[in-house]
């Protein structure tokens, strides 16, 4: 009788412990998001600081709705990869309109729209519009990097 009783114990726990699971206790939140722009020599595809066109210390990025207030921004030379990172965006920047410069010189202007977003218990940013303007450049699609030709 005590062992009928037992087992019927351990299955009201477990059936009542199951009531307590939450569909949403998993780990998927994507953190905010970063855009990497290179710019390349539209002529010969070499990127414009590795062949010493451009030195990183002439870079320049201003908010446009800002009254062209300075924006902050990465350089990454590690590897002599060059990449210029934009970013974080989606969590309380979610509306840029920017210019990147070298020097005197207007490179691109950049017109994102993003938002936090959280469907089916993971939170992301979604990019609603995005732009690049006064430029041609294509996405790499193994590195995500935004590939920028720059006519000399």
Partial sequence: M???SFILLVIAAFALNSCNVDKC???CFSGPL????ELLDEATGENLFTNGTFDAADIEV???DDNNSSVQYTFDAENNRNIIRLGP???GTNIVNYTLKIGDVEIFQLILNAEQKTEDCCTFV????LEIKNTEF???SETGVYEVLVVL
């Fill in 2 to 4: 005590k062992i009928k």
């Fill in 25 to 27: 206790d998993m780990l």
């Fill in 34 to 37: 970063s855009l990497n722009f």
């Fill in 62 to 64: 201003l908010d446009l």
């Fill in 89 to 91: 965006f989606g969590w």
């Fill in 126 to 129: 979604r990019v609603n519009t």
């Fill in 138 to 140: 294509e996405q790499n």
